[in-house]
């Protein structure tokens, strides 16, 4: 039963460890979506920007005006493709996250019901070894003694004081 807690819990470990990775992988690719964006801005204004001479332009400044605002807004295509890829990323790493997350709380009520397994199972055997006793049917050797403190100290460090008080007031009312 031991075996069983420990393992759901390094699960859990390992899936928490997944969670945060794919966490960081999708805050990383938002970062990347967001740095395209601001540049695909800072072009879009920086080709806005251009044209506002003042005064006259001569054919040479124009055309080569013309030449600069052609291969920006090559320059914006592709970019705006990256951003297209980017976003997908995005997509793509949320729903890595939303797995991860469902992968955590799954290992995390397995865990969880293995614990309670575990408690049931102590508490039955401690019941059953003071229903022996109490019934005459058994006196305990020591050994058997030791094992009562033992499961006893387990249930009682695992458990919040107030169901270890309900439970003695329980076992006082008998």
């Known amino acids: 039963m031991k075996g069983l807690v420990s ?18 992988e999708t805050a990383r690719a938002r970062d990347e979506a967001d740095g395209l964006a601001r540049n695909i801005e800072r072009l879009n204004k920086v080709r806005g920007e251009l044209f506002e ?19 920006l807004e090559q320059a ?3 970019l705006d493709g990256a951003l297209y890829d980017a ?8 729903g890595m996250t939303l797995a991860a997350n469902r992968e955590k709380e799954i290992a995390t009520r397995l865990k969880d019901r ?3 397994t575990l408690e049931e199972w102590r508490e039955n ?3 059953a070894l003071v229903a022996e006793y109490e019934g005459g049917k ?37």
């Not at 393992?7 to 928490?16: I, M, P, T």
């Not at 001479?53 to 291969?71: D, K, N, P």
């Not at 100290?153 to 270890?164: E, G, I, K, N």
């Open 7 to 24: 393992r759901r819990q390094r699960v859990l470990r390992v899936r928490h460890v997944q969670h945060a990775m794919a966490v960081a």
């Open 53 to 71: 001479t003042e005064g006259a332009a001569t054919g040479a400044s124009f055309a080569a005006m013309q030449e600069l605002a052609t291969r």
């Open 76 to 78: 914006g295509r592709q």
């Open 87 to 94: 976003r997908r990323k995005v997509e793509a790493r949320e």
């Open 114 to 116: 293995a614990r309670a």
């Open 125 to 127: 055997k401690l019941a």
């Open 138 to 174: 058994v006196s305990l050797n020591i050994g058997q003694i030791k094992e009562v403190i033992r499961i006893t100290l387990q249930v009682m460090s695992q458990c919040p004081p107030s169901t270890v008080l309900a439970l003695l007031e329980k076992r006082g009312k008998k």
